[in-house]
């Protein structure tokens, strides 16, 4: 009797060598420090990853396209939104992804300017989310200000900061003009790329192509200047 043979897609594969190199990259001298670390991290995750899909759920639902709400994509719940596999990403390699939301773009009065408008959703949240983050520091250092000094306070506030910089990575990411991220379907809407004959080959290798980009660093020599210069801005509005 022969064994079950196991299917590894190409794409698995590279998502787990990325995330071992960056792990291996990042290196964990204190594992104790580094799970307090991303226990305190993971709510920011949760939320961004949750809010960023419920972006493009809710306004393709208004935009009239019933898609979303009848697969329960139409909520906050992170069950309905995050991939197992993207969250690992995230908490792992420093990017991630939830679960898409499936539209039917048939239902859209504008096809292709509410289809750029639901793209832009996601990131949207995104931003919106690390802008009232930054704004509940500013009002406990200016009302609270000894809360901080208190184990509760500390712990606050940094879920709090990762709730910036883990939004404002989001963000950044999913502007990368790469399928399938929000960036590429932004730019197809403004551009109108389906009517060029290499749109639908360049889509299906996009995948592999972000993640190659990942891989061998380029994301962090695009984003990384990006996410710390708004991260910066809103640290010193805190400061300020």
């Not at 709730?163 to 399928?179: A, D, E, G, Q, S």
Request: with cysteine; hydrophobic share 50%; glycine share 8%.
């Amino acid at each position: 009797m022969k064994g079950r043979k196991l299917n590894i897609s190409p794409m698995l594969m590279m998502l787990i060598l990325l995330i071992v190199t960056r792990f291996i990259r990042n290196g964990m001298t204190d594992p104790m420090e580094w799970i307090s670390d991303r226990l305190v991290m993971l709510p920011a995750i949760l939320v961004g990853l949750s809010l960023h899909e419920f972006g493009h759920a809710i306004v393709s639902d208004k935009l009239g396209d019933p898609t979303p709400r009848l697969q329960g994509r139409v909520t906050i719940s992170p069950l309905a939104h995050v991939d197992p596999m993207g969250l690992l990403c995230l908490i792992f390699a420093g990017f991630g992804w939830g679960r898409p939301v499936q539209i039917d773009p048939t239902y859209y009065k504008h096809r292709r300017r509410d289809e750029a408008m639901t793209a832009v959703a996601g990131v949207t949240m995104n931003l919106i989310i690390a802008i009232i983050s930054t704004l509940i520091i500013k009002m406990i250092v200016q009302m609270a200000p000894t809360f901080l000094d208190s184990t509760v306070g500390e712990v606050i506030i940094e879920i709090l900061q990762y709730m910036i910089y883990i939004n404002i990575v989001l963000m950044f990411f999913n502007l990368i003009p790469v399928p399938p991220l929000d960036g590429f379907n932004i730019i197809t809407q403004i551009f109108d790329l389906r009517k060029y004959s290499w749109y639908y080959t360049f889509s299906s290798y996009g995948g592999i192509i972000l993640l190659l980009i990942v891989l061998f660093g380029g994301t962090s020599y695009i984003l990384g200047p990006l996410v710390r210069s708004l991260y910066n801005i809103c640290i010193s509005f805190i400061t300020a």
